[in-house]
């Protein structure tokens, strides 16, 4: 259901951001993971240039290195399958693998979470940019507040430590910051070096796993 | 170059290799704990600045704009634990009506 509804805002925000709606349907089936579209979208509407809105995705998707190196020891071996599951490894996916302590348990919650999550991110989705393409300015509608309120919603399960409070913090002052002396999206891709802050104020919790927004 | 397709196949292809690179390409050897706590907190600097670049930034300039208004509702709305659908909808509805209005 959040899924779904996460998809059609995607839909809607990137065929606003002027994406074709072939364009947007074929970046939730290929990069399928939506901090990196929203975050890569988002970019593009402030008018940042594409290597920006690339470059912020990507730093966006570099969690799915830890991801991969914690789910080695849930998913069977097998350099085939591993390379299909790496399509659908995203936050609920994983989640849902490190729960089960049984590896069968935790190979079949990540497919068939991953899958369900596939299904409804791209048929949300291909409505929201439908409805896009149909209602003209997004402007007329409050839909350039879709992307704060969607970083908002996923940004939250990472409060809930102090280092990722910090952290947060410290990407939100040099994104200020940085809006008056450089190019859109430039502010964002600078920024992820508020991580460093997390040395400083360290939490002593293993590291976050990937939650789900509500 | 523009948003087209080779950029877009760009990200997909980092997108892909960051997924990958974890689960079947490094293989059995091991990544320093520190190193993956970092790649683990690294999307809440990202998020921090996504909120507040998406909310206040008009070009090069900082403004408080019907945005802003949006924001505020969709912080009251996840602060009252609402889905994404409540969240989303308050933050574009909020702004709209500002926009009207104002």
């Known amino acids: 259901m959040a899924v779904g509804v996460f998809g059609v805002s995607f839909g809607v925000v990137a065929t606003g951001a002027g994406l074709s709606a072939p364009m947007a349907c074929a970046m939730s089936l290929f990069v399928f993971t939506g901090a990196t579209q929203f975050a890569a979208v988002g970019v593009l509407a402030a008018g940042g240039s594409p290597i920006a809105a690339i470059g912020s995705g990507l730093l966006l998707g570099a969690r799915h290195i830890g991801y991969g190196l914690a789910l080695r020891r849930k998913l069977a071996p097998g350099r085939v399958r591993r390379l299909l599951a790496a399509q ?14 049984d590896p069968e348990a935790a190979s079949s919650a990540f497919w068939w979470g991953g899958l369900s999550v596939f299904v409804g991110w791209n048929l949300g989705t291909l409505l ?6 149909a209602i003209g300015d997004p402007a007329t509608y409050g839909l350039d507040a879709v992307f704060p309120a969607a970083f908002l919603a996923l940004l939250v399960p990472l409060l809930r430590r102090r280092d990722g409070r910090g952290t947060a913090l410290a990407g939100a ?10 190019p ?28 789900l927004p509500a | 170059m523009t948003w087209g397709w080779p950029a877009l196949a760009g990200l997909v292809v980092g997108s892909y290799a960051l997924k990958s690179l974890g689960l079947v390409v490094l293989g059995d050897r091991r990544v320093p704990a520190r190193v993956e706590e970092l790649l683990g907190l690294l999307p809440a600097a990202l998020f921090g600045a996504l909120i507040i ?16 208004a949006g924001l505020a509702a969709a912080a009251i709305t996840v602060w009252r634990r609402a889905g994404v659908l409540v969240v989303v909808v308050a933050a574009a509805g909020t702004t709209a009506l500002v926009r009207a209005i104002s």
């Open chain 1, 88 to 101: 659908i490894l995203i936050d609920e996916s994983t989640l849902l693998a490190l729960n089960e302590s």
């Open chain 1, 128 to 133: 929201g940019a439908l409805l896009g393409d």
């Open chain 1, 173 to 182: 002052v040099i994104g200020l910051v940085l809006v008056p002396f450089t």
């Open chain 1, 184 to 211: 859109a999206g430039v502010p964002i891709i600078v920024a992820s070096s508020g991580v460093l802050v997390a040395l400083a104020v360290r939490d002593p919790e293993p590291p976050p796993a990937p939650e």
């Open chain 2, 53 to 68: 670049v998406s909310t206040f930034a008009s070009d090069r300039s900082l403004v408080i704009d019907a945005r802003a």
